[in-house]
């Protein structure tokens, strides 16, 4: 079936530094992929996504681009800051059941 | 507008017993999925449904049932409560549920089993 693996967190940064967090993925087709963000006590924000191979997903300083020959969707940021510091989970939708990674920590310091 | 309402947003029961969640989705959204979140398992899909149907369903125990209303409101409900049942149930709405859709998550309900 359909998966997502996510690197091993907490990723913890001093703030300004560049960030990036790895995500694979195997499904079968062209799946929809996307970030999500979940800062303490809420539930998952849409950060991005991209719908087909070569779209790069943005927002808010993030970046993500689909990449259909490492069947990979790495986020990254340039510059952190410790408001960044939440939960960052990569999923895809290939069908109409959405797989999700486990999900990384990341950690900003002043 | 009003986002995704998920109700109650802590509850506590016992072992045994059962428990109801709701979900009232963005006005105007037919699709309203349902995830259960723990530290061991992540985030995993339990079910969806679509224009009061369930449209698709994840590999969980016949303990774990759904339903929705014609207003696309939806209640999930685990009957005979184990306490691997702890965990923060989320509810996501979108508007059609394809593969490209949006889902709008709510804050979801933390659930604990004694």
């Known amino acids: 079936g359909d998966s997502v693996t996510q690197m091993e967190g907490p990723v913890t940064l001093s703030e300004e530094a560049f960030l990036t967090i790895n995500c694979t993925y195997t499904?079968?087709?062209?799946?929809?992929l996307f970030w999500y963000v979940q800062y303490p006590g809420e539930g998952l924000q849409l950060l991005l996504k991209?719908?087909?191979?070569?779209d790069k997903g943005s927002n808010k300083g993030f970046e993500a681009t689909y990449r259909k020959e490492t069947t990979s969707f790495h986020l990254e940021k340039g510059s952190v800051q410790v408001s960044d510091s939440a939960v960052y989970f990569c999923?895809?939708?290939?069908?109409?059941?959405?797989?999700f990674g486990r999900g990384t920590s990341l950690i900003v310091h002043p | 507008k009003a986002g995704v309402t998920q109700t109650p947003r802590y509850l506590i029961k016992t072992r045994g017993q059962q428990v109801t969640l709701s979900c009232s989705p963005i006005?105007?959204?037919?699709?309203v999925s349902w995830y259960q979140q723990t530290p061991g398992q992540g985030l995993q899909f339990l079910f969806e449904?679509?224009?009061?149907?369930?449209?698709n369903k994840g590999n969980f125990p016949g303990r774990f049932s759904g339903r929705q209303f014609s207003n696309s409101r939806s209640e999930m409900n685990v009957s005979t409560l184990e306490l691997g049942d702890s965990a923060l149930y989320l509810c996501?709405?979108?508007?059609?549920?394809?593969?490209?859709?949006?889902?709008?998550f709510g804050q979801g309900t933390r659930l604990t089993v004694v």
């Open positions: 991209a719908t087909k191979a070569d």
């Open positions: 449904y679509f224009s009061e149907t369930q449209r």
């Open positions: 996501a709405s979108s508007l059609g549920g394809g593969e490209n859709t949006e889902a709008f």
């Open positions: 006005s105007g959204h037919r699709s």
């Open positions: 999923a895809e939708r290939g069908s109409y059941i959405p797989t």
């Open positions: 499904a079968t087709g062209y799946p929809s």
